[in-house]
Structures are given as structure tokens and as C-alpha cells.
């Protein structure tokens, strides 16, 4: 069985970070592992409250996955200081880790900033030139290029800025333009787009999580980059066209809208 690990913050309703992280893995058919950065209490309304694990905490998680049970991929979530990056990026280049995917968490879907000022530079600097892929949505890439998005040639542009900077493929997510739910691949010099139907859900709170996480599943299990990306979107219009309305702000997904085993009737 191919496995996957998480390097994300605990998100305590269960919707977004290590637990919608290891939901999605499971149901895309790896074997999900975590290394915990931080624990948050959070609901769907916002974070009330953020503990970070120590850099030392975080060294100890990542070496006894890899020590013991070697990841096909790592998907990267919440990091929310510099420290932990640094630590992040040590490690996994001294694993030669493969099929990175980092989701740059800066802001949670409540619009709780989960990404202190300077963790910004440490994660261009030395943990995205790692990545074999980056998944910013709109905001996110912005702050990561410099540059303001309102049109898909503006994404084209930032999507090259952000790749060409730190030499890996950008998956620039078009979920928070008005007009369309489409996705924007930029890889060796060279745009792909993944069209997207918009789907009229509010709820979706831990998308850009389970995104990444089911894409470095299907990289786990060798599917290719654009193979993995439409699986993955594929994946994740299942689980918001389930409609699962839970919570009194912007709910999770139902990661599990798809259960075929027996033993979840």
C-alpha cells in the first residue's frame, strides 16, 4: 500500500488540516501518517486560539515517520513560523523526500491569519524549492508573487513569477474569482487549465486541505502531475456536490461521500 504524510496544523472540528488530511488520503487509497505543527481550536466560525509544536517536537514527528514508515509523498499544510519551516526543510531534504505538495495555508476559510509575517520568506526561500508542486489560491498568490489577480492572464503571470522563483510547478487555484472554479497548472515554462463548474456550496471550509492532499495521494500512487490534479478536483466536486451542511459557519466537505466499504453502512 503507498502511503502518504501530513505536515499540517490539527484543526479540533475536523474539517480542514491533519484531519481532513488524513480523511482524504484514506479515501483516495493511501496510507495517511502525520507530523503535527500546531494544534488550533477552531470551528467553522473561526480559530480562537493557536499552540505551535516546538521545532524540536517537529523534528522528533518527521523522523520517526521516515525512520520507520518512508512516505511515497508529503503533502505540506499549515506552517505558521519560520522556525518550523526551517526545521520542515532540513528534514526533508536530509530524507531526499519525494512528491512534495505544499498548500501555503495563510488565512483559513474564516479569515483567521494562520501565517505569521515572517514564515513568508522561509517558506520562499528554502521550503517551496523543495516542492514538486505549490497550491495558492488567489490570495495566497498574491502575496507569494507580489502581484494583485483579478484576470487569468494575471494568473498566468503570477503562476510564472512564483514557479520561475522557486523552480517548481504552481497549481494556482481559481476558486476565489467571481467567474469560475477553474485551476491554473504552471510547469516547466508551460499553462495548463483545469476547468472547474462552480458549485452553489458554502460550505467549504478545509477545500484548499483536502485538494492537496488527495493530489499528493494520486502522486503517491504514480499517477502523473496532471493526472493527479484532475483526480484530485474530481475528488473534490464529490465531496462539495454531497451538500453536507454541518456547523454554524462555512462547513466542512464530506470527504466520504464515496464510501463503497461495507463496514461504513
Known amino acids: 500500500m503507498k502511503t502518504a504524510l501530513s505536515i499540517a496544523g490539527s484543526d479540533s472540528c475536523g474539517g480542514a488540516g491533519i484531519q481532513a488530511d488524513i480523511k482524504t488520503m484514506t479515501m483516495n487509497g493511501v496510507y495517511a501518517m502525520s507530523a503535527i505543527t500546531a494544534l488550533t481550536a477552531q470551528n467553522t466560525t473561526g480559530v480562537r486560539s493557536i499552540l505551535e509544536s516546538t521545532p524540536e517536537f517537529l523534528k522528533d514527528q518527521i523522523d520517526a515517520v521516515f525512520e520507520d514508515i518512508r ?87 503570477a503562476a510564472k513569477a512564483i514557479g520561475d522563483a522557486c523552480g517548481c510547478a504552481v497549481l494556482l487555484k481559481g476558486g476565489h474569482s467571481i467567474h469560475d472554479a477553474n485551476d491554473l497548472l504552471y510547469v516547466n515554462g508551460g499553462c495548463k487549465w483545469f476547468g472547474g463548474k462552480r458549485i452553489n456550496n458554502s460550505n467549504t471550509h478545509g477545500t484548499g486541505c483536502t485538494l492537496s492532499s488527495a493530489i499528493a495521494s494520486n502522486l503517491a500512487k504514480g499517477y502523473d502531475l496532471a493526472d493527479s490534479i484532475q483526480r484530485a478536483k474530481d475528488y473534490i466536486s464529490g465531496a462539495l456536490a454531497a451538500m453536507l451542511d454541518l456547523g454554524k459557519g462555512s462547513g466542512p466537505l464530506n470527504h466520504a461521500f464515496d464510501r463503497s466499504s461495507r463496514f461504513a453502512q
Open 71 to 157: 512516505p511515497d509523498a508529503v503533502k505540506i499544510g499549515m506552517v505558521s513560523s519560520a522556525e518550523l519551516i526551517k526545521v520542515i526543510a532540513e528534514r526533508l531534504a536530509y530524507y531526499k523526500a519525494e512528491n512534495i505538495v505544499i498548500d501555503p495555508v495563510m488565512v483559513a476559510t474564516s479569515g483567521s491569519e494562520l501565517m505569521k509575517t515572517d514564515a513568508v520568506s522561509a517558506l520562499t526561500g528554502e521550503l517551496l524549492p523543495l516542492a514538486d508542486l505549490v497550491t495558492p489560491n488567489i490570495p495566497e498568490a498574491e502575496v507569494l508573487s507580489g502581484m494583485r489577480i483579478h484576470t487569468k492572464e494575471d494568473m498566468e503571470r
